[in-house]
C-alpha cells in the first residue's frame, strides 16, 4: 500500500488517490484548477506538484476551509483574495449587495467593516456610477482588501477606521455593512471559531453593537440616506425593537432565499 511519505514531488491523480480519499482529493482539484465543477475529463493522468500535495496534506489533516488553503474564495462570481484576517464571504452576503443595486443607481457609498473588499468591489464593478469607500479597523484586512480591489483594476478609497473614529460622515449618501453580529454566546461552527477572525465575527450587547453604533451615529448626518445591513438570522425582533425605541419607522427588513430576515434597510432621510 501506497504511504504519504512514499510520495514523490510530483505526483499522479492516480497515486494520491491511493492514499487521500476520493471526495477530498476531487474537491482539492477542483479548487486548484479553479473549476466549477470537480468533473474532468481523464483526471486520471493529471499530474499534481508539490505545492498542490502540502495543500492536501492540509486540508485532509485539518478542517481549515479550503478557502484559507488556497488563499481565495469566490464572490459574485469573482475570484477574491482571502487570508485568515478576513472572513470568507458567503453567499447570502450577495444578497445584500444585489438589494442595495436594485435600489441605487448612482451615490456616494460607505462599506463598514469591508475584509476582503467583497462587498465595495462588486458594488463597483456592477455600477461604475457609485462611488465606494472601504473601511476596516483591521489593517490586515484592508491591505487585503487593496490587493483585491487592484485586482479588479478599481479605484476605491480605504480608510482604517473603527467604526466611524476616521470617518468624515458628511461625505456620504450610503452606508452598507456587513458587521459583526454574532453574540458571545452563541453556539457556531468549529472550523468558523478556530480560522475565521473572531473580530469579524462576534459583537457585544447581544450581536447588536454595532447596527446601534452604526445608525444612532448615521442618523446625525442629514446626507445619509440609506443604511443597509446584514443581520443574524434572529435578530429581526430585537432590532425591530431598537428602531422603535430611537423613533425610526421608515425600514424594512428584507428575507434571503431562504425565505429568512436576513438583510435590514433603514430610510434615513427624514430624519
Ligand atoms: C462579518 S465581517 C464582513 C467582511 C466583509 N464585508 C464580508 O461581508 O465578507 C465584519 C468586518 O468588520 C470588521 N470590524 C470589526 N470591528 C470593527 C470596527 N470596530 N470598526 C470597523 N470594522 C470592524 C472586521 O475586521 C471584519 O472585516
Known amino acids: 500500500m501506497t504511504k504519504k511519505k512514499d510520495l514523490k514531488k510530483v505526483e499522479s491523480y492516480k497515486n494520491l488517490l491511493k492514499i487521500y480519499p476520493k471526495k477530498k482529493l476531487d474537491e482539492m482539484v477542483k479548487w486548484f484548477l479553479e473549476l466549477e465543477s470537480s468533473y474532468i475529463e481523464n483526471k486520471e493522468k493529471l499530474i499534481f506538484n508539490e505545492s498542490f500535495i502540502k495543500k492536501l496534506n492540509d486540508y485532509t489533516t485539518s478542517d481549515k476551509p479550503i478557502e484559507y488553503i488556497f488563499g481565495y474564495s469566490f464572490f459574485y462570481g469573482r475570484k477574491f483574495y482571502v487570508n485568515n484576517n478576513t472572513l470568507i464571504p458567503r453567499s447570502e452576503t450577495e444578497e445584500l449587495v444585489n438589494t442595495f443595486l436594485k435600489d441605487i443607481k448612482e451615490g456616494r457609498v460607505l462599506d463598514i467593516g469591508t475584509g476582503s473588499g467583497c462587498i465595495a468591489a462588486t458594488l463597483k464593478l456592477e455600477n461604475q456610477l457609485l462611488n465606494l469607500t472601504a473601511t476596516d479597523i483591521s489593517s490586515e484586512a484592508i491591505e487585503t482588501a487593496k490587493k483585491n480591489f487592484k485586482k479588479h483594476n478599481l479605484e476605491i478609497k480605504t480608510i482604517i477606521s473603527d467604526i466611524f473614529e476616521n470617518i468624515d460622515c458628511s461625505k456620504y449618501d450610503y452606508i452598507i455593512s456587513n458587521p459583526p453580529y454574532i453574540s458571545f454566546d452563541e453556539s457556531i461552527d468549529d472550523s468558523v471559531l478556530k480560522y ?19 445608525i444612532s451615529n448615521a442618523i446625525r448626518f442629514s446626507n445619509i440616506k440609506k443604511i443597509y445591513f446584514e443581520i443574524g438570522y434572529t435578530q429581526k425582533n430585537e432590532l425591530e425593537n431598537y428602531l422603535k425605541s430611537i423613533n425610526i419607522d421608515k425600514y424594512s427588513f428584507v428575507k434571503d432565499n431562504s425565505n429568512i430576515y436576513r438583510f435590514l434597510v433603514i430610510d434615513t432621510s427624514n430624519i
Open 196 to 214: 475565521e477572525p473572531h473580530s469579524a465575527l462576534f459583537a457585544k450587547d447581544n450581536g447588536l453593537f454595532f447596527y446601534k453604533e452604526i
